[in-house]
Nanobody, 124 residues
């Protein structure tokens, strides 16, 4: 069973910083794209950032220039550095691992695994 473990959430004042970390099984990490989603109370879950197996990042517009996603293949970990935090960033943040490839029969596949979520609260 694949485990996805997030850490690093907490309470921070507006303008502050937090770094979220997500670790998963080493056997699948190198073949997996990694995603950070968030869900605020009363709102739909939204994709915040992603990083491909090759290290290419993507961000939703509201966090561009403030958040940085990176992956450490040696530690099987993906990080989300969050700077200049705003109250609107308050949410539960989820890490998702999407393992994809091609089976021995030539069929593409993709499996996703989710962490339990970590709370980020931005408030004075």
């Amino acid at each position: 069973q694949v485990q996805v473990v997030e850490s690093g959430g907490g309470l921070v004042q507006p303008g502050g910083s937090l770094r979220l970390s997500c670790a998963t099984s080493g056997s699948i990490f190198s073949s997996s794209a990694m995603y950070w989603y968030r869900q605020a109370p009363g709102k739909q879950r939204e994709l915040v950032a992603s990083i491909s197996t090759g290290g290419m990042p993507n961000y939703t517009d509201s966090v561009k220039g403030r958040f940085t996603i990176s992956r450490d293949n040696a530690k099987n970990t993906v990080l989300l550095q969050m700077n200049s935090l705003e109250p609107e960033d308050t949410a539960v943040y989820y890490c998702t691992v999407v393992q994809s490839g091609v089976s021995m029969y030539g069929n593409p596949y993709a499996y996703d695994y989710w962490g339990q979520g970590t709370q980020v609260t931005v408030s004075s």
